[in-house]
């Protein structure tokens, strides 16, 4: 069982989700999706510095160390996507 615990900023609970979706994720909770071999926590906390809001989400996700590895790998693919 492999644990890790994801940052992803910039983006609000809604887009990651839809993220999660198209990679496989389905929800099974309100606080809670699923894919492939791996199971993710959803956690939307904004960073507030002043008067600006960050969107922030954490995702504590578990499951089979390939099935996680390979959804870690996707959400960089994802993020080196919105920052070329």
């Given at each position: 069982?492999?644990?890790?615990?994801?940052?992803?900023?910039?983006?609000?609970?809604?887009?990651?989700?839809?993220?999660?979706?198209?990679?496989?994720?389905?929800?099974?909770?309100?606080?809670?999706?699923?894919?492939?071999?791996?199971?993710?926590?959803?956690?939307?906390?904004?960073?507030q510095?002043?008067s600006?809001?960050?969107?922030?989400?954490?995702?504590?996700?578990?499951?089979?160390?390939?099935?996680?590895?390979?959804?870690?790998?996707?959400?960089?693919?994802?993020?080196?996507?919105?920052?070329?």
């Amino acid at each position: 069982m492999t644990e890790v615990i994801l940052e992803v900023k910039g983006l609000d609970e809604p887009a990651v989700r839809t993220y999660l979706n198209a990679i496989g994720g389905r929800d099974r909770t309100p606080r809670r999706m699923a894919g492939p071999g791996w199971t993710a926590i959803i956690a939307e906390e904004p960073i507030q510095v002043g008067s600006l809001r960050i969107d922030r989400v954490l995702l504590h996700v578990l499951g089979a160390s390939r099935p996680v590895d390979d959804l870690v790998e996707a959400l960089q693919d994802m993020a080196r996507g919105f920052y070329r």
